[in-house]
């Protein structure tokens, strides 16, 4: 039988890579067509903001994926301060 959690989980973390790589991707291709640097693209804050999304959506896939509590934990630290820095979770 298939384990549809543990599917949907993978599935997560992998979206999350794939859909960074676009945003570098795309980064890339804007660069080019500036005839800029890279790095000048990546600086921006609606990159920034799509790499910070797809490192939620990353930390949270290997959240529930990971079997252990520990790393569980680890892993829900790394989302929820990918939240803050994204600014959906506000700091005290």
Known sequence: MID?????????????LAA????????SWQAALEKTRTRTV????????????????????????????LEKLAWGALTLLALVQVGIVKKK
């Open 4 to 16: 549809w959690p543990n599917l949907l989980s993978n599935t997560l973390w992998i979206l999350a």
């Open 20 to 27: 960074a790589l676009a945003v570098v991707s795309t980064a």
């Open 42 to 69: 990546l600086a921006r804050r609606t990159i920034q903001l799509a790499l910070l999304g797809c490192l939620v959506v990353f930390a949270l896939g290997v959240t529930l994926s990971v079997p252990s509590t």
